[in-house]
């Protein structure tokens, strides 16, 4: 029943906007944190602004929120104009990286906080307050302080007390930046489980791009303040705009120049990911080995080279190679492990390497 009526609503909302961004600039002194930046998120996504240390996600944040001022250009909530609207007048909570819970407070107490200010009574207050905590699994923590909860407990409280007032948009600033690998990965899917329950459009900061790639309907990739590429996570990872954006989502083999010619076979700058290359034997090489590389692309065909195995590592449920070309051209190779290598996938071994042609993909440098 929820699930129909959630799917219902993002379905009939996608093409309203929840966030717009317009030619919005923020400047820190000399700091141009934000440069003229454009973007739309709709209503009930589950968007993310992924990129690395500095490059200006918290301040896009904190301009939508109304912490910060924009230099120049024009925000926008569901269509209204909010560039001069203050925080607790705009539709829209956020959850801070390290929660800033009230420690003197209850859960209840700091989940019902927005309702106290706004004047809610008692009564619809708790209720509120203890409907928030079950939706974030948190019953039977009403009367703990913080300081009594796990780190992934608190992550729910923060949640719990930014989701109380039902807001139309929830910031969050890399929220699960603080849990241990297991928890984070449980808690993406618990956030995408509540973002999807509750259609609230989620507007979500990290520099962690296997959270945004699990997580988001669509990713902005910033770099210095800027919007490098848009899109659904597929399409960002197997589609790159920019070499940036290929090396930033995701692992991938960057070829440009003389490379790309040797490797590739053609000019360019073309990205290859690990994990779309095959090893196997040299002694049975795969159908068109060539000698030299061609002037042209084969048409649909495979690409094939030799090189040296110079590093393995195991991690877990792949293992990464590094493999040395003849002209000292490098590729990383990903494979699952439950995949049969070849007898000659070891350090110091002699490999064959190939690919489609179509996985070695041109991206603008
Ligand atoms: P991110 O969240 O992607 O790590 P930030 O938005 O925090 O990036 O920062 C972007 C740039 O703006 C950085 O160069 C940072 O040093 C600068 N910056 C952010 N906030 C301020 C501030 N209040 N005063 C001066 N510079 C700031
Ligand atoms: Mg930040």
Known sequence: MAETETRARTGTTTTRTAVRLEAVTKDFGTVRAVDAVDLTVREGEFFSLLGPSGSGKTTLLRLVAGFEQPTAGRIELAGDDVT????????????????????????????????????????????????????????????????????????????ARALVDRPAVLLLDEPLGALDLALRQEMQTELKELQRTTGITFLLVTHDQDEALTMSDRIA?????????????????????????????????????????????????????????????????????????????????????????TDIVHAG?????????????????????????????????????????????????
Do not use: C
């Open 84 to 159: 001069a609207t203050p925080p607790n007048r705009r539709d829209a909570h956020t959850v801070f990286q390290d929660y800033a819970l009230f420690p003197h407070m209850s859960v209840e107490q700091n989940v019902a906080y927005a309702l106290t200010v706004r004047g809610v009574r008692k009564a619809e207050r708790l209720a509120r307050a203890r409907e928030a905590l079950t939706t974030v699994r948190l019953d039977g923590f009403a009367d703990r302080r913080p300081a009594e909860l796990s780190g992934g407990q608190r992550q729910r409280v923060a949640l």
């Open 221 to 309: 990739v910033v770099r210095d303040g800027r919007v490098e590429q848009t899109g659904p996570p597929v399409e960002v990872y197997e589609r790159p705009a920019t070499a940036f954006v290929a090396g930033f989502v995701g692992t991938t083999n960057l070829l440009r120049g003389e490379a790309a010619v040797r490797v590739v076979g053609r000019p360019g700058t073309f990205s290859i990911r690990p994990e779309r290359i095959l090893l196997t034997d040299p002694a049975e090489p795969p159908a068109e080995p060539p000698a030299e590389p061609p002037a042209e692309p084969l048409p649909g065909g495979r690409r094939a080279v030799t090189g040296r195995i």
């Open 317 to 365: 449920a792949h293992t990464r190679f590094t493999i040395a070309l003849p002209h000292g051209d490098r590729l990383t190779v990903l494979r699952q492990n439950l995949d049969g290598l070849p007898q000659s996938a070891r350090l110091d071994g002699e490999i064959g390497l190939s690919w489609d042609e179509k996985d070695a993909f041109p991206v603008p440098s």
